[in-house]
């Protein structure tokens, strides 16, 4: 049965009651992150900037600053932001073409913008600004009954990706980035009611296209994807180049298997020693199990198993179909690069660029992840269950 809008008089803030136990999940996920950064990011810290707590000051800084804007946007209804669905979609296309032009470049990729001496990364908030957008226009769709048609429920939703997509994968040269914004869409619009043979046949189409795609380019030698092929042929055969390409997810290997059942103990790597590189980044996991152990990695994964499972309750409560749609996209957001990560970590699937939330350094994912727990929180505050006060 399709849940009715405005079910609940509109207010711009809300003081109903949300769910706790994800704001208590974030708050641990969170302070067992700024523990784990401080550690992996000391030798990198004090052999770049001549202190051992240059990181760790840095995200701290910008944790209070987004613990405060995820308290303020619990507080405002989230229905306020289909209003202006596409203001905010007109915003984040300016924001990620004009990336391409004034970004800042790094590691061969423009991904950043700086603004008054203060540098931003607009991928990271066109995650949660692209669920908002998206939520709204999928509702919209689904109030109308026209959810299950090909055009209307499944090609139509998809053109509004395409421009994102574009941006993020060609101007910026951002797969990871691109990749969680497609899955976070495909979820959304399966939840929403698209049906699932439409994403199986495009899905097969789209694999098979990609597949081979990276097959011509390996055998031509002739594109800016290469790196993506030895990545590839790196994860088949990690001791193949064991000094270049495999360098980096060998000593993560090195790292989760010195770990063993309860670690050698915080503060303790050896791998983080210039060893790993980039131990406070999205190999940070690498320095966890290495210190806390296996027992460790499973209270970690434990959490953002939990999380995941009350994102889930919270969508399926919500009082209306824009905030499950909203809900189930956080959720799949903070869930799959929380899964990715690891994954990456462990050598399951090849490397490729995705931080683990709430832990890897860098201001701007941290920031929109705990935007999208906030916006998460309204809408447990608007839910079926939520006290009036």
């Not at 079910?7 to 994800?22: A, G, H, P, Q, V």
């Not at 915003?91 to 004034?102: D, P, S």
């Not at 959490?303 to 959720?331: H, S, Y």
Request: glycine content about 10%; hydrophobic content about 50%; aromatic content about 14%.
């Amino acid at each position: 049965m399709t849940k009715k809008n405005n079910s609940k008089k509109f207010s711009l803030f809300l003081n109903r009651k949300f769910d706790y136990s994800i704001l208590i999940i974030t708050l641990a996920l969170l302070c067992l992150g700024l523990i784990m950064l401080l550690s992996a990011s000391t030798p990198t810290s004090l052999s770049e900037n001549g202190t051992s707590y240059n990181y760790v000051v840095k995200q701290g800084a910008l944790a209070i600053v987004g613990l405060v804007a995820l308290f303020v946007l619990s507080k405002i209804d989230y229905r306020i932001y289909k209003k202006f669905k596409w203001v905010i979609y007109i915003v984040l296309i300016a924001l990620l073409v004009l990336v391409g032009f004034i970004g800042i470049g790094e590691n061969g990729a423009k991904r950043w913008i700086s603004i008054f001496g203060f540098s931003f990364q607009p991928s990271e908030f066109a995650k949660v600004g692209f669920i908002i957008f998206y939520a709204a226009i999928l509702s919209d769709i689904k109030e109308k009954g026209k959810i299950k048609k090909i055009t209307s429920g499944f090609l139509y939703p998809l053109v509004f990706f395409i421009p994102i997509g574009i941006s993020i994968y060609v101007l910026q040269n951002h797969f990871s980035a691109t990749f969680i914004i497609a899955a976070i869409t495909c979820v959304q619009m399966f939840v929403a009611g698209s049906l699932l043979r439409y994403f199986l046949c495009f899905g097969g189409v789209g694999i098979t296209a990609i597949l081979g795609y990276f097959f011509f380019m390996s055998l031509t030698g002739a594109n800016s994807d290469n790196f993506r092929m030895g990545r590839i042929q790196t994860w088949l055969n990690i001791e193949s180049d064991l000094t270049g390409t495999g360098w980096q997810i060998n000593q993560s290997l090195y790292a989760i298997g010195s770990g063993g059942m309860f670690g050698v103990g915080l503060g303790k790597s050896k791998q983080k020693y210039l060893y790993l590189p980039e131990p406070h980044n999205d190999f940070i996991f690498a320095v966890l199990a290495e210190e806390l152990g296996f027992v460790g990695c499973i209270a970690v994964i434990a959490l953002f198993a939990l999380f995941v499972w009350r994102g889930i309750v919270i969508a399926i409560k919500a009082e209306d179909n824009f905030g499950t749609l909203i809900a189930i996209g956080v959720t799949t957001m903070i869930g799959l690069q929380a899964l990715v990560n690891i994954a990456v970590v462990t050598n399951t699937i090849p490397v490729t660029g995705m931080p683990l939330p709430f832990f890897s350094y860098g201001g701007s994912a941290m920031l929109a992840d705990l935007m999208a727990v906030g916006i998460l929180l309204s809408v447990s505050r608007n839910s079926r269950n939520s006290n009036n006060s």
